[in-house]
């Protein structure tokens, strides 16, 4: 009982062999759209790879990478394939391959599925990976005299211009790190000295902001110093407070910004699966139908094609019974027509005794 | 004198026909790369129109942009043309379209290589657009709640933060300008008072700049307030400082910046006028050698083509005729007949 049994005439087949070298060819350009998409993630993360705390997050535009370049050589193959299924004499060159060809084409087509989950579900791994990395940023944003930290002032300036964005998940986190360094601090000073001495760890803290926090949208001068004061700056109200600096957290700033490019592309993945399983029943059903032509012996009858030659719960079990059987060769069964020769038989069982015995 | 004559057998007439249409659609789309090179030009001066005090500079895409739409229409006909013109039958009903179509092929090309060099000329009256544009930006800085200058503290910020640039010249345009507007000031404070009274004209001016002009290259905080007094802040000496804001002035570095585009647009669209030249001296050679065919019982002769049939200076003159006479300067006509008629009644 076949799943999905239809007839073909030669016409039909000859059809359906133009028609999916036409689409293999199609899902060749997807396969490079599939490409370019992993790439542009690829760039779009590296540019801020220095606020993740761990590259994580790179498996995803990885495996873009990977299974684009793998859809461009399977569907190069495929429409090769496909353009000489549609004579019976070409099919022949292609017959050994073709059962390997589709269950190739089957895995990969699922490895699509799976790289369009893992777009859509990052969200949480990532958000705990830019909470980390910005944290540390800010922390070292003062040591831009050591090496492998200097570069971290400059990024995190950049980053919160570029995204509109304060601090981790607000601008007062600031307000517990120490982000002058020593070098720019008279410690001469009694104000100074004072601050350093009523914090417990003897850091510097202030109620101030770096100047890459000020927004252009406040209608007066950038207030970057004593935010918890108001009344330490003229007519500094409620208003003039909100616009004055970014409200937004950069966490939420780069999760927002990143979500949105792989929610598209987890969307444009998706689309792409599903013209690759088109594809897949497509030369699935040329093979079937083509393998029979060559099993009726006549190029010009009709012939069947079908996805699954019994239904799925025999293939499956067949399937498996051939898993199972992998390894074994030279079973001795008791099949009357196969001539076993006694020595040969008799070499078997001694070679089984002596395992049995190293084993025990 | 004939100008530039050549030979055109059979074949070769065939031959620089099909190659003149293929030239003719290559340089179709050249002239849509042309409009599309004038768009693109417009939009980012529009972009930054507001630090501008002239639109002098917008006659450079403009041009562009009526070239690239002419450009498409003279090579829409000229690959019409030379389709034609194999076929001796169809060939002389464009006879009397020939000329005119020459002459405003001739006029566009020429205004196209025009565009070019007054993308080059006009440096200086961008540079004065901008000199005006950029200090009306920053003296109406402080004026956020003047309608028409609201938005200019939101742009020059902008701009600084973009372009990475302080000022009009350098960040001391800062100094000499109040910036800070006076709803922001506490004039109960006495060192406000001081600041005003000392000043000529009761303005308010500091030695800071906007928090646009930090640099943040710099390793240490932006210092941004009384930036020429070295004692208000610790190991730090004004003259030394360079990584502190940014030194390059606006108008420099907008300057800079549409010079590089213009000067890429130029180099493009003058590789165009050589494809479009190279279609019209192609498309007046074969009607030149096809015109000798007309009329004759063998059409495979070998035949001449030329490019000017007079010198330069008579075609030139037999072109502009027309033209001047439509416009009254040379009455030559109505001169000759008076003087005719004087003649007779002046013979007694």
């Given at each position: 009982m076949s799943v999905g049994k239809v007839t073909f005439t030669k016409v039909e087949r000859e059809k359906l062999a133009e028609v999916l070298w036409l689409l293999n060819w199609i899902s060749v350009v997807t396969g490079a759209i599939l490409l370019g998409m992993g790439l542009f993630l690829k760039m779009e993360i590296q540019k801020w790879?220095?606020?993740?705390?761990?590259?994580?997050?790179?498996y995803v535009p990885h495996m873009l990478i990977t299974t684009g370049l793998a859809a461009c050589g399977i569907n190069f193959l495929g429409g090769k394939i496909c353009l000489d299924c549609a004579d019976t004499n070409k099919f022949l060159r292609w017959k050994l391959v073709m059962m390997p060809y589709v269950i190739c084409t089957f895995f990969f087509t699922a490895c699509i599925l799976a790289g369009a989950l893992m777009c859509y579900n990052i969200r949480s791994e990532l958000e705990e990976s830019l909470f980390l990395g910005l944290r540390y940023s800010m922390l070292y944003y003062?040591?831009?005299?050591?090496p492998g930290r200097c570069y971290l002032k400059r990024m995190l300036d950049l980053l919160q211009i570029h995204f509109q964005c304060c601090g981790?998940?607000?601008?007062?986190?600031?307000?517990?790190?120490?982000?002058?360094?020593y070098r720019y601090l008279?410690?001469?000073?009694m104000a100074v000295v004072d601050r350093l001495r009523n914090n417990v760890e003897g850091k510097f803290l202030m109620d101030s902001v770096p100047?890459?926090?000020?927004?252009?949208?406040?209608?007066?001068p950038c207030i970057q110093q004593?935010?918890?004061?108001?009344?330490?700056?003229?007519?500094?109200?409620q208003q003039s407070q909100h616009l004055?600096?970014?409200?937004?957290g950069c966490r939420q700033a780069l999760l927002d910004h990143y979500t949105i490019i792989m929610q598209s592309i987890s969307l444009i993945v998706l689309l792409i699966w599903l013209f690759e399983l088109l594809v897949l029943t497509g030369v699935r059903y040329l093979q079937t139908a083509m393998e029979n032509v060559i099993r009726v012996g006549d190029p010009e009858s009709e012939s069947e094609g079908w996805i699954?030659?019994?239904?799925l719960a025999e293939t499956a079990r067949s399937n498996f019974n051939i898993i199972k059987n992998?390894?074994?060769?030279y079973q001795v069964d008791n099949d009357p027509n196969i001539n076993v020769p006694a020595m040969i038989a008799e070499q078997e069982i001694h070679s089984e005794q002596v395992q049995v015995q190293r084993t025990s | 004198m004939v100008v530039m004559k050549m030979k055109f057998p059979f074949q070769k007439r065939v031959k620089l026909a099909q190659g003149l249409w293929l030239l003719s659609w290559c340089a179709t789309v050249a002239g849509a790369t042309t409009f599309t090179l004038g768009c693109l030009l417009k939009t980012e001066l529009r972009r930054r129109a507001e630090v501008m005090?002239?639109?002098?500079?917008?006659v450079v895409p403009n041009t562009l942009m009526i070239v690239g739409l002419a450009s498409l229409g003279i090579n829409y006909f000229a690959s019409k043309i030379c389709q034609d013109a194999l076929d001796a039958g169809r060939f002389p009903r464009w006879k009397n379209f020939l000329k005119p179509y020459f002459a405003v092929s001739c006029f566009f090309t020429v205004l196209m290589l025009l565009s070019v060099i007054m993308s080059y000329a006009m440096k200086g009256s961008l540079e004065s657009s901008l000199k005006a544009g950029l200090r009306n930006g920053i003296r109406f800085?402080?004026?956020?709640?003047t309608p028409g200058r609201c938005f200019q503290k939101q742009n020059i910020d902008r701009l600084q933060m973009e372009f990475e640039c302080c000022g009009n010249?350098?960040?001391?345009d800062w100094f000499e300008v109040?910036?800070?507007?006076n709803r922001y000031?506490?004039?109960?404070s006495k060192e406000v008072k001081d600041r005003v009274k000392s000043n000529v004209d009761g303005r308010y001016l500091v030695d800071g700049v906007p928090?646009?002009?930090?640099?943040?290259?710099?390793?240490?905080p932006c210092i941004q307030?009384?930036?020429?007094?070295?004692?208000?802040?610790?190991?730090?000496d004004y003259l030394t400082e360079?990584?502190?804001?940014?030194?390059?002035?606006c108008r420099e570095a907008l300057v800079h910046y549409y010079m590089g585009l213009m000067n890429t647009i130029g180099a493009g669209v003058l590789s165009i006028f050589i494809l479009q030249g190279s279609v019209l001296v192609s498309l007046r050679f074969l009607q030149t050698a096809m015109e000798a065919v007309?009329?004759?019982?063998?059409?495979?002769i070998e035949t001449e083509g030329y490019?000017?049939?007079?010198g330069v200076k008579d075609t030139i003159m037999e072109y502009l005729d027309p033209v001047l006479k439509f416009f009254l300067l040379k009455n030559g006509g109505k001169v000759e007949e008076g003087a005719a008629a004087d003649k007779p009644a002046a013979v007694p």
């Open positions: 790879q220095e606020v993740m705390s761990e590259q994580g997050v790179l003062k040591d831009t005299d050591t981790n998940t607000g601008y007062k986190d600031w307000f517990q790190i120490q982000w002058i360094s008279d410690l001469r000073s100047f890459s926090c000020c927004s252009p949208l406040s209608p007066r004593q935010l918890n004061r108001p009344l330490a700056h003229f007519n500094f109200d004055n600096l970014w409200r937004k699954l030659e019994n239904s992998l390894g074994k060769c | 005090d002239n639109t002098d500079i917008h800085y402080k004026d956020t709640d010249n350098d960040f001391r109040q910036w800070i507007s000031l506490d004039f109960g928090f646009s002009c930090c640099n943040p290259r710099s390793p240490r307030y009384h930036l020429t007094n070295n004692s208000a802040h610790y190991n730090y360079e990584l502190n804001i940014y030194l390059r002035g007309a009329g004759k019982e063998n059409t495979e490019l000017l049939e007079k």
